[in-house]
C-alpha cells in the first residue's frame, strides 16, 4: 500500500529558505506514467497547488510560486523533496506531498499527512 | 489559471439529509474534476474523480456530476461521518486549481 510522509523544520525565520522531504513507501517514484506534488494548506484557508514532478524528472509550478520553488526527487532514496526560498509569514502553512494518478484524471488518490511549517523570527 | 468557484461557503444539515454542493469552473474543463472530503487535521481524501467516479471505498451515498464548467457532488443521505470540508480541484490544466471548500456542519 503505497504511503507518503512528509518531514522537515516546524519552525523557518523569514527570508531563509524552507526545504521539506516526503519519503515514499509502498511504490517507486520512478514508476513510469505517474506524477507526484505538493500541496499547502494555510491555517483555516484552502488548498494551493505548489507543483508536480514527472517520473522523468519533468517538474511544473504554480506561477505564484514559480520563481521561489524547486521540486526534485531522489530516485535512490525513494525521496520528494521541496525547497522554497525568501520565506514570508504568508507561507505558514501545511505542507501535503500527493500522487496525482494518471489513470484516474490525475486525481491526488494518495497524501501524506501533513507537516506543519511555521515562517517567524 | 482557471479559477474554481464552489458554493455553497458553507451548509447546515441534518443526519438523513440530501446535500447538494457546486463547483463552477471559468473556462472549459471537460471532466478533469475532483472532489475531496477534509476533517480537521487531516489530509484531504478523494471521494470522486472525473466529475464522477467513485473512488474506491468511498460509500455510494457520494455521487459527481457535471461536465465542461458546471458540477455537483451529492451526498444522497448525510451520515455523522460526513460532517467535513468538502472542496473540488481541477486537474484539466496547470497550475490545478481548488475551489475555496464548503464546510457542513451540524444543523
Known amino acids: 500500500q503505497l504511503q507518503l510522509q512528509e518531514s522537515g523544520p516546524g519552525l523557518v525565520k523569514p527570508s531563509e529558505t524552507l526545504s521539506l522531504m516526503c519519503s515514499v513507501s509502498g511504490g517507486s517514484i520512478s514508476s513510469s506514467s505517474y506524477y507526484w506534488g505538493w500541496i499547502r494548506q494555510p491555517p483555516g484557508k484552502g488548498l494551493e497547488w505548489i507543483g508536480r514532478?514527472?517520473?522523468?524528472?519533468?517538474?511544473d509550478y504554480n506561477p505564484s510560486l514559480k520563481s521561489r520553488v524547486t521540486i526534485s526527487a531522489d530516485k535512490s532514496k525513494n525521496q520528494l523533496s521541496l525547497k522554497l526560498t525568501s520565506v514570508t509569514a504568508a507561507d505558514t502553512a501545511i505542507y501535503y506531498c500527493?500522487?496525482?494518478?494518471?489513470?484516474?484524471?490525475?486525481?491526488?488518490?494518495?497524501w501524506g499527512q501533513g507537516t506543519t511549517v511555521t515562517v517567524s523570527s | 489559471d482557471i479559477q474554481m468557484t464552489q458554493s455553497p461557503s458553507s451548509l447546515s444539515a441534518s443526519v438523513g439529509d440530501r446535500v447538494t454542493i457546486t463547483c463552477r469552473a471559468s473556462q472549459s474543463i471537460a471532466n478533469y474534476l475532483n472532489w475531496y472530503q477534509q476533517k480537521p487535521g487531516k489530509a484531504p481524501k478523494l471521494l470522486i474523480y472525473?466529475?464522477?467516479n467513485l473512488e474506491s471505498g468511498v460509500p455510494s451515498r457520494f455521487s459527481g456530476s457535471g461536465s465542461g464548467t458546471d458540477f455537483t457532488l451529492t451526498i444522497s443521505s448525510l451520515h455523522p461521518e460526513d460532517f467535513a470540508s468538502y472542496f473540488c480541484q481541477q486537474s484539466y490544466s496547470p497550475p490545478w486549481t481548488f475551489g475555496q471548500g464548503t464546510k457542513v456542519d451540524i444543523k
Open positions: 514532478i514527472y517520473y522523468t524528472g519533468t517538474t
Open positions: 500527493a500522487r496525482p494518478n494518471s489513470y484516474s484524471n490525475y486525481a491526488m488518490d494518495v
Open positions: 472525473g466529475a464522477s
